[in-house]
């Protein structure tokens, strides 16, 4: 007889069963194994075949797409693939030269005195009361599709009118049914000027803004009030606020005398100002935008400017997944503005004119994900998932060249796949500064305090030995830094005799030395820190370091260098390593001490570098970009006679004073000025990597099947994983299949058949 089951049924019905059902599975696994193998793609199989660049982020999605709150690098990756300011760079010339994006022309100032009337030539700065820039907007130019511009029939907005219940459960612009354009026109501009008067958002330039902007540190003064008034009534805890519509209140520095006509007025004679209508703090802002994103409901689903910008830019964002990825995809109504003709002698060469006169961009969206550790980030780089590592940064490809001077194999194997890493300077720094509110570190309150302090921070940029760090760190090298001024800047006397920095190091038969621990000890006495304690209570002197990374074992070496560095001196130093955005809390508060930042340039002048010391700037006290909070009358009356020279001797002769001052106060330890080298497949043309060109996108061009057949060859799947699951899932059907047949033959008390009988 046969023995019965538990649910009733036949062992033999149901062990039948389950070998059947490992038969499927046994199938399925062979079946897997013939379509795929054991692979390390970390993207969905046939992506390889679409026209999207693929690229990574370093830790964090971007903080701020807001063009009016945006000033960090891993922003650029976005904003200016969205957005367009009124001018760029030419993607080829070099020295830079500026170009009209959404402008019809770059266009000169006219200069007025006092009176009104109109000064001829280049006169003087003291002669010049204002500055006034008429610009013509390109007719014809659209917005990007967005719900904010979606009317009805009567041309009434369909989506200015929300409470959260309507808002649902949406968290992207997308899932709105309804969406819409209109063209650009100058006074999107002038809201957007305008807005950085706003006390709702972080706006890091306004403080130079409303220095130049004739009016606009008044009109700041009447939005406070504008805005309290607005906000009366509401909840303070609420991400929520009536709309703030510029709109409202005109602003004289900026006006729009006709639809397609700019007007802004400069307070004096600015030359740099040039330059700041060419970054993304000049966008247009369309004030749709801002009266949608400020209706109820939707700060808190994650829908505003700072995740999903409105733009007119050839990219537009479909994809926001905050520390995880941004996704663009080709802006539907943008115009496609053409490829340049011209450019370097060596341009031609090296096949970047080849696309002359051809529609913008070349690829249909652009994916970046973000990467919290380095070695995962290189390996699919190098396996080739990557196209381009990092899109925003220019230094990437400095560790594959020192692989490639490391290791005759690595080496082959790079130029097998066709790695091509140039080096290059270019123009940006990193540093180690000090907090000059922090009465251990900073100014002081007395004279005497003053004195010691600057002696502390010039015995700690002694032992910094930033030669050293170059050797210890080749993938990070660079040119130690005598200042605040990359070579690449005119006025920049770096590398030559007179642009020494005489606190930290000397001349010795033509070369910079730096100088002795035996010196930088001398002045921790000066200092009152003989050994590293307080002459006066005989504390040990422990000092904070705040840098944006975390503390992963690949940050370790860095972090242990730098302790090294105090500890020369025998300062202690309490490592305090946050992400991004606690690190700008922390420094907005001023609660910082000794940190690590890098800078670069926005445009090719020294004001843009000498202005990140400038006093009001001051991080800590009006939010500027002055991180150290330094802030030295001297040095900005200087500063504020740079701003109205043209380049030549007279500006150099102002430069070089500002640089012998804060080389003395030393508010930096000036750090170095890395290499440029960009890590880039390829499959991908046209690019030419500079820290000023942040629009790149719509230059780059994929050559799909290259990269396709290329990963196809570099990462030929595993089989024998799947040939040993195949084999274990056999031989877990044999094995069922032979105890079922044992128990076949068993009966109800568990004895073989053929022994009963």
Known sequence: MRGIAANGRPLAIQWGGRWRCAAVVLLGVCALASLTGCGDNPWPSGSERDNVLRTAMIETTPRHLDPTASYWSNDTLVTYQVYEPLYGYHYLKRPFELVPKTAAAVVKPVYLDRAGNILPGDPPGEQVAESRYDIPIKPGILFQPHPAFAVDANGRHLYHAMNAHDVGDRRSPLEFEHQGTRELVAEDFVYALKRHATTRITTPIYGIFSQYVLGLQAYGEQIKVEDAKLRQGTDPASLDKPFLDFRRWPLAGATAPQKYLLRLRIVGKYPQWKYWMQMTFMAPVPWEADAFYAQPGLAERGLTLDAWPVGTGPFMVTEFVKDRRVVMRRNPNYRGEPYPCVGTPEDRANGL??????????????????????????????????????????????????????????????????????????????????????????????????????????????????????????????????????????????????????????????KFQRRSLAE????????????????????????????????????????????????????????????????????????????????????????????????????????????????????????????????????????????????????????????????????????KPAILIRDHGRYLRLDVAARTAKLQAWNRPLWWPVALLAALALVGVLLARKSLRRRERMNGRGEELAKVR
């Open 520 to 687: 930088a000890r001398q002045l921790m006495i000066e200092a009152g820190y003989p050994a590293g304690r307080d002459l006066q209570t005989g504390r040990p002197l422990v000092i904070n370091y705040d840098f944006y990374a975390p503390a992963t074992p690949e940050r370790k070496p860095e972090i242990d260098w730098v302790v090294r560095q105090f500890a020369k001196l025998d300062i202690q130093l309490e490592v305090r390593a946050t992400d991004n955005n606690q690190f700008q809390d922390k420094v907005r508060k001023g609660k910082h001490q000794v940190f690590w930042l890098g800078w670069l340039a926005d445009y090719p002048d020294a004001e843009n570098f000498l202005f990140l010391l400038y006093g009001p700037n001051a991080k800590s006290v009006s939010d500027g970009e002055n991180t150290a909070n330094y802030q030295n009358p001297a040095y900005d009356a200087l500063f504020d006679q740079l701003k109205s020279l043209e380049d030549g001797p007279a500006k150099q002769q102002v430069i070089n004073q500002m640089v012998q001052l804060v080389q003395q106060d030393a508010p930096w330890s000036f750090g170095y000025y890395p290499f440029a080298s960009v890590a880039i497949q390829s499959w991908v043309h046209n690019s």
């Open 353 to 510: 004119l080849a696309d002359c006169g051809k529609k913008t961009p070349f690829i249909d969206g652009i994916v970046s994900t973000v990467e919290r550790e380095g070695t995962p980030q290189r390996n699919k780089f190098r396996d080739g998932y990557y196209d381009l590592e990092v899109f925003e940064r220019t230094d990437t490809g400095n560790s594959y060249l020192v692989e490639m001077q490391d290791s005759d194999e690595v080496r082959a194997n790079y130029l097998r796949k066709g790695f091509h890493f140039t080096q290059s300077a270019d123009v940006n720094n990193w540093i180690v500064g000090f907090n000059m509110l922090d009465p251990v570190i900073g100014r002081g309150n007395t004279p005497q305090q003053v004195e010691r302090n600057r002696k502390l921070r010039q015995a700690i940029s002694i032992a910094m030995d930033w030669e050293e760090y170059s050797k210890v760190f080749p993938k990070k090298a660079g040119v130690t830094a005598m200042g605040p001024l990359p070579s690449g800047i005119p006025g920049s006397r770096e590398g030559t005799p007179a642009g020494i920095n005489l606190v930290t190091h000397r001349l010795v038969n033509g």
